[in-house]
């Protein structure tokens, strides 16, 4: 039986190169954005959750990005961000892990951030939202390892997105196929393997 993959934000960015390396990679994915199902609501993605059945791997990649200095941000965004970033992945990740602890397997892979580990001035409630995913990833390990479940929070640097091409030119940028072959990676470990955190730079920051 094929694996399930669900992808939280796989419509477009590093989400969308994830779910077409995972298919091609022999997975069923069901690749979601805010127009299919905004993962905001907890409802919602009960009810999206339901029609699938099982779901083997949860990658949550929705999110959105912000820049400001701290004193002119608009205090509106540091919620939007902890909404996007961080809620979404809760709800996903409260709604599939019974089953995934009922089959004793599953694995739970956060696209976090290097602004979780280190604050860029104007990026302070990004570095939150994404300090929460990290939190959030580490408490699913510690609660469903014994049920056979993974957890693993993938922190990049300035990726090749809009958001990253607005950093560094396109050549410095960590591509998404890196994104998505550490994803792969990670599913092709042993049970036994337990990775809770990767940090990808890219190589301008040590140039």
Known sequence: MDPVAVINGGTRGIGKEIADT??????????FGRDTCDA????????QAGKLGRVDVLVNVAGE???CDFVQEDPS?????????LITAWN???????????????????ISSMAAKRVRAGCSSYSISKSGMNALTE???RENVQYGIKATAICPGDCDTHIGQGIAPGEDLITLVDISQTVVWLLSLSKTAIVPEVCIERRGRYL
């Open 22 to 31: 995972l298919e091609i990679n022999g997975y069923i994915v069901h690749s």
């Open 40 to 47: 905001r609501d907890f409802e919602l993605v009960e009810e």
């Open 65 to 67: 990005f912000h820049s």
């Open 77 to 85: 965004w540091l919620s939007a961000m902890i909404m996007s970033n």
């Open 92 to 110: 996903w990740s409260r709604t599939v892990l019974p089953g995934m602890r009922k089959r004793h397997c599953g694995y739970i892979l956060n």
């Open 139 to 141: 408490a699913i390990l």
